[in-house]
């Protein structure tokens, strides 16, 4: 299974971007009036998002759903992406559509926030042969310390989604 941080662009012309825990476009898609049930289907067929994150200050209502329905993170940089913002993170990529583009820069601008800490849980994971390091990211992200996240039944702890 695939851990994702997808970036949402939604509106009458929506977008996906799916990055792997490793910051690694795994799938970016675009549509027209389309609705929460293709993005679901979208994101499902890409993997198991972790985070879901919006490029404007105050992530909508669809986002929030979305997180509801995956039960992962909502995530918003706390302002809007400006545009020059999102050309510069997008450029290497080579994307045209501005969608596509506002998504992925969503996306990074999450991957962004959350790097040095997967890159931790990452060496942990290595560090005590754990097998499955994207589960130990998965879990560090929704705020589990290092050492529940390596322990075989992990504590249930409430957290606040930002």
């Given at each position: 299974m695939v851990h994702l941080i997808v970036g949402v662009d939604s509106g009458k012309r929506a977008?996906?971007?799916?990055?792997?825990?490793?910051?690694?476009?795994?799938?970016?898609?675009?549509?027209?009036?389309v609705g929460l049930d293709w993005f679901v289907g979208k994101i499902t067929s890409a993997g198991t998002p972790v985070i879901i994150a919006s490029d404007k200050k105050r992530p909508n209502r669809l986002l929030a759903k979305?997180?509801?329905?995956?039960?992962a993170i909502l995530f918003s940089a706390g302002y809007d992406i400006g545009v020059k913002r999102k050309?510069?993170?997008?450029?290497?990529?080579?994307?045209?559509?501005?969608?596509?583009?506002?998504?992925?820069s969503a996306a990074i601008a999450a991957y962004n926030v959350y790097k040095n800490k997967l890159k931790q849980a990452e060496a942990y994971a290595q560090e005590h042969g754990m097998s499955d390091i994207d589960l130990v990211k998965t879990m560090v992200i929704k705020r589990y310390s290092m050492h529940e996240a390596g322990s075989e039944k992990p504590t249930q702890k409430r957290f606040k989604r930002t």
């Open positions: 977008a996906i971007a799916c990055l792997d825990l490793n910051g690694n476009p795994v799938l970016i898609s675009n549509g027209t009036f979305l997180s509801a329905v995956f039960g050309q510069e993170l997008a450029k290497k990529y080579g994307i045209s559509n501005l969608h596509e583009r506002d998504a992925l």
